[in-house]
């Protein structure tokens, strides 16, 4: 399963933790800073896409990722 919630100039996400057979996670292109805490209530989550945010400091990301971007923060 994929969530895709790209250019949205977000600055939090809430309530991603629901989703929880998330493969993908696509969060690009947001105005993200602070670490999305629900990330870790996603144990299947193999894919998070954090690029074009503005991620200043790295975040802690549960250990079931297998590619991360971060490119463009």
Do not use: C
């Not at 805490?37 to 400091?57: G, M």
């Amino acid at each position: 399963m994929t969530f895709r919630f790209a250019n949205r100039k977000a600055t939090k996400i809430s309530d991603i933790g629901l989703f929880k057979n998330l493969q993908e996670l696509d969060l690009s292109g947001n105005l993200l800073k602070e670490q999305v805490q629900d990330l870790f209530a996603l144990n299947f989550l193999k894919r998070l896409n954090l690029s074009n945010n503005s991620i200043e400091h790295p975040w802690a990301v549960p250990p079931s990722i297998e590619i991360l971007n971060l490119s463009y923060n």
